[in-house]
């Protein structure tokens, strides 16, 4: 099997974006902040080399192995990612907000619902049916992550808890390449992954990837606005104005249950 | 091509454009959110339509359970409570403050990492008061409003009073500008 000559192209900045990529979220020491989001690269540079070297050296069914085992990893650590944002906006004092929590599975089951009836109407034109259910695989996790990540932006609009920088770029990004990815895999299923336009929409999907890589690695190369430090008078005075809150507020729930 | 493959086209771009819809109107309401984060206070303070404080008070204190001059409930009466706030339109005065109060809530979180306990504590009070109105609003549409409005409505307002009070607090000692504002319109 032979990459063409953009494809090969597009392979070697991926796999270069995504060391550079690595070596950000080192050394400016974000990597500890977003576990899973580093995974998600380091498996990226692991995924980019072995199905390389598979596609030049292998056959076509060690091929198929090796992307099918590598895209589970990856759509998993996809969806870690969206947790691990998820947990950034909606824990703000370490446990999820009250008001946060039940609706946050309610986004997850009519993504899941629509990502499914979305996926049920696309009928992908393919040799083998093993090829229609990769473009039908693609598809649904490029639909799931979109909604996730509106349905996370929506939620956390309206209930007012902010995103920090870093979780805002890295969610950005992501949440705009699933949105192109729905489009290139819609185009997939219309035209057939055997069609002469087939590969364009892999390169559509490809170079929006890697636009959204340069994209985290200023992004996350920048430093985040520094936090206000509060003075030991206004710590005191919050403490206290806490304690004050919890009293107020256990009077007022105490009166409901009469 | 086919007919199916038109329904699933049609299906995408309605799906497509009502996400992108859903994001951009989100985007815009959190960029309303950074206008708070940059500093931008009149056009925060300029949401918040004044109330009568007193009133507040008053209802408040009476769900609570004591006043200034004593310890006991004055037990104030439902329609009493209906004329002090001003009836639904009052309370969605409050429900707007609160969004309000929600934003500021939103400028704690995102620069003082400390205070989230206290920030996040405000955050939860303004939604419940959102809660108790969306309640009066759905007893509105069923003929049901002035049954349900003292249970509902004077504990959005008890809420609401607790929240400014410590709002105001918090706010005070902090030495933010726009403080003077701040007291007038809550």
Known sequence: MQLSGLNFVLWVAGFFGHLALLVVLITRRRAPDFPFFTCLILSNVFRTVVLYFTLKYGTKQEYFYFYWSLAVIDVTLQFCVVYEMASKVFRPIGSWAPDARGKLISIGGISIVAGLLLTALATPAAQIWIKAIVVKGNFFSSVLMSELFVGMLVLSAKIGLPWKTHVARISQGLGLYSLIGVFTEAGHSIFGIESRIAPIFSEVRMIAYLCCLGYWIVMLWRTAPEPRQLSDDMRSNLYALQEHTEYDLSKLRAWRKQ | ?186
């Open chain 2, 1 to 186: 091509m086919n007919s199916h493959e038109l329904i699933f086209l049609v299906g995408i771009v309605i799906f497509l454009a009502i996400l992108l819809g859903i994001a951009i109107y989100s985007l815009r309401r959190h960029s309303r959110k950074r206008g708070v984060v940059d500093g931008d206070w009149t056009k925060l303070l300029k949401r918040i339509e004044a109330v009568d404080r007193d009133n507040v008070k008053l209802v408040a204190l009476d769900l609570i359970g004591y006043t200034q001059e004593s310890s006991e409930s004055t037990q104030i009466a439902a329609t009493d409570i209906w004329d002090l706030i001003g009836g639904l339109e009052g309370l969605e005065v409050l429900e707007q403050n609160c969004a309000v109060l929600i934003d500021l809530a939103f400028y704690l979180q995102q620069w003082y990492p400390e205070a989230l306990a206290v920030a996040e504590s405000l955050r939860l009070n303004a939604r419940e008061i959102e809660w108790h109105v969306s309640r009066l609003r759905a007893a509105s549409q069923t003929g049901k409003l002035r049954n349900s409005f003292p249970d509902y409505a004077q504990r959005a307002i008890a809420t609401y009073y607790l929240m400014t009070k410590n709002v105001l607090a918090l706010y005070e000692k902090s030495n933010f500008p726009g403080l003077i504002e701040l007291q007038r319109a809550l």
